[in-house]
């Protein structure tokens, strides 16, 4: 497998996530050109390990999107879910 710089990754992933975006809720986007960009979207995820850990509250999908998109969450059936928002770690105030 070749090498990517972390700037060819981050231009992979931004097309990914272009095709992605361009072909949702288009009713004049055909079925298989549909299923093409989400095949695309898992295969780019996948190559560059950085998939989502997002899970589908009821089939268990997993979400097809990189770590960190914005939006909900995308399973290779095209269901959609909000990602539940993880809190950031609450930091201790040191006392003076």
């Not at 090498?3 to 931004?14: C, D, F, S, V, Y």
């Not at 990914?16 to 055909?30: G, I, K, M, P, V």
Request: proline share 7%.
């Amino acid at each position: 497998m070749v090498e990517l710089t972390p700037e060819e990754a981050q231009i992979l992933r931004g097309l990914a996530e272009d095709l992605f975006s361009a072909s949702q809720q288009r009713t004049y986007w055909l079925d298989r050109t549909r299923r093409t960009s989400l095949d695309l979207l898992a295969r780019i995820t996948s190559w560059l390990d950085d998939a989502c850990p997002g899970r589908h509250p009821v089939h268990q999908s997993t979400c097809l999107r990189p770590q960190g998109h914005d939006g909900d969450c995308t399973d290779a059936y095209d269901r959609t879910w909000t990602a539940p928002v993880v809190p950031a770690p609450r930091r201790e105030r040191e006392d003076e």
